[in-house]
T-cell receptor, first 114, second 108 residues
Framework: ETGVTQSPTHLIKTRGQQVTLRCSSQ?????VSWYQQALGQGPQFIFQ???????GRGNFPPRFSGLQFPNYSSELNVNALELDDSALYLC?????????????FGPGTRLTVL | AQRVTQPEKLLSVFKGAPVELKCNYS??????LFWYVQYSRQRLQLLLR??SRESIKGFTADLNKGETSFHLKKPFAQEEDSAMYYC??????????FGAGTILRVKS
């Protein structure tokens, strides 16, 4: 069984640029959730994808967008980067989009915006 | 509004001492509560969830709906328990709301 993987590990961008982060879900999982973790804070929910459809969104602007592919891997895209977007981005996969399914986290992508 | 509060940023105890990591939540319905743990240089992982009522690595947590709390407890701390601990709740749709986390340091 393969765990959740994310790429790249680290990324440095400048303000105004666009970035794409990638996540491969755990084998057999069909749901991916993305979280932003700023320094010293807990992860904050961005959005969730279930079977290629967005299934809920947190309090993030539209410049944060995502995709889920038929193999259930996922991308997080952020346009017009701002300094405050600097954070650790986590993805988590689960089997179903139910209320009580355990989410398994990847190691994260550290994004630095200069 | 859904909110999770962990009042302590850092909790430092001696090996063998009891541990209690505090967690309070705000949610209008019946949430699912979790404790996640992150050991040094490792990814975030589930420690326990209230619905399963399990004891994992000697840790337990009881949901107190009256006090809206889900404190994490262990009777005798071990050095390998040193980590960052996050309390989280899940309302509708399996979207986790996390607290800010508590660093547990177990001193020898």
């Amino acid at each position: 069984e393969t765990g959740v993987t994310q790429s790249p590990t680290h990324l440095i961008k400048t303000r105004g640029q666009q970035v794409t982060l990638r996540c491969s879900s755990q084998s057999g999982h069909n749901t991916v959730s993305w979280y932003q973790q700023a320094l010293g804070q807990g992860p904050q929910f961005i959005f969730q994808y279930y079977r290629e459809e967005e299934n809920g969104r947190g309090n993030f602007p539209p410049r944060f967008s995502g995709l889920q592919f038929p193999n259930y891997s996922s991308e997080l895209n952020v346009n017009a980067l701002e300094l405050d977007d600097s954070a650790l981005y986590l993805c988590a996969s689960s089997l179903l989009a139910g209320d009580t399914d355990t989410q398994y986290f990847g190691p994260g992508t550290r994004l630095t915006v200069l | 509004a859904q909110r999770v509060t962990q009042p302590e940023k850092l909790l430092s105890v001696f090996k063998g001492a009891p541990v209690e990591l505090k967690c309070n939540y705000s949610y209008s319905g019946s949430p699912e509560l979790f404790w996640y743990v992150q050991y040094s240089r490792q990814r975030l992982q589930l420690l326990l969830r209230h619905i399963s009522r399990e004891s994992i690595k000697g840790f337990t947590a009881d949901l107190n709906k009256g006090e809206t709390s889900f404190h994490l407890k262990k009777p005798f701390a071990q050095e390998e328990d040193s980590a960052m601990y996050y309390c989280a709740l899940s309302g509708h749709g399996n979207k986790l709301v996390f607290g800010a986390g508590t660093i547990l340091r177990v001193k020898s």
